[in-house]
């Protein structure tokens, strides 16, 4: 089992910057794909971005592309979403991911433990 624990999450003006994190315990990350979902109030969960194991492959959803990085340390079992250049539309919960199946990684099903999330809130 990995535990997930989102933290970072908070209020922004649009146009601002966050960092969320996501900090793994009682197993090792570095051999999973991580990903970051959101979830905001009435809509479901999207993807938004993946990281491979060893870094060496992301995904980004189209609508966070180029404002949005996600970044891992697996020395410190931690993975990272830089957000930039805030909208009022990122407004949702970010949650935090490990995919343990061969299913695409922009997928929901494809992962297997989740955190609890995190809200991130977007003023305009």
């Known amino acids: 089992q990995v535990q997930l624990v989102e933290s970072g999450g908070g209020l922004m003006q649009a146009g601002g910057s966050l960092r969320i994190s996501c900090a793994a315990s009682?197993?090792?990350?570095?051999?999973?794909?991580m990903g970051w979902f959101r979830q905001a109030v009435g809509k479901e969960r999207e993807f938004v971005a993946a990281i491979s194991w060893r870094a060496s492959r992301t995904y980004y959803a189209e609508s966070v592309k180029g404002r949005f990085t996600i970044s891992r340390d697996n020395a410190k079992n931690t993975v990272y979403l830089q957000m930039n250049s805030l909208k009022p539309e990122d407004t949702a919960v970010y949650y935090c991911a490990a995919k343990g199946t061969l299913l695409p990684a922009t997928q929901v099903p494809a992962y297997d433990y989740w955190g609890q999330g995190t809200q991130v809130t977007v003023s305009s």
């Open positions: 009682r197993r090792t990350i570095s051999v999973y794909t």
